[in-house]
């Protein structure tokens, strides 16, 4: 069976409806994944402690935002995307392991 880039946009949604679902039936301020995201690249109104190299985190976020949206928008190579989206795999997975 080949692989199919749509199974991705379904795993990643279905991710975001679990945490987004979870964050609502909690109802606790800051646990939506954009206030948690903002927290992780050290965007100040979110962050919940000092943040290292939080410049280069939101970098990040802003050029996987651009590079998804010109893939997106104008069907530029997936390559940009990729690099971006694991950088920011990373930077979201050091956020989730500092909070454990």
């Keep these: 069976m080949p692989f199919n880039p ?4 379904g795993a990643w949604l279905l991710l975001f409806l679990i945490y987004e679902v979870g ?6 301020r ?5 206030e948690n995201v903002g ?9 919940r402690g000092e943040r290292r190299f939080s410049l280069l ?7 996987f935002m651009v590079s998804l949206t010109a893939h997106l928008v ?5 390559v940009p ?4 989206g694991a950088l920011l795999g990373v930077v979201i ?8």
């Design 6 to 9: 749509e199974y991705v946009w």
């Design 57 to 63: 985190r939101r970098f990040i976020l802003l050029a």
């Design 30 to 34: 800051g646990d939506t994944l954009s």
């Design 39 to 47: 927290d992780w690249v050290g965007v100040k109104k979110w962050q």
């Design 81 to 84: 995307v990729i690099v971006f």
């Design 23 to 28: 964050a609502a039936l909690s109802k606790r």
């Design 93 to 100: 997975a050091l956020g989730i392991l500092k909070e454990k």
């Design 74 to 78: 104008w069907g530029t190579t997936v």
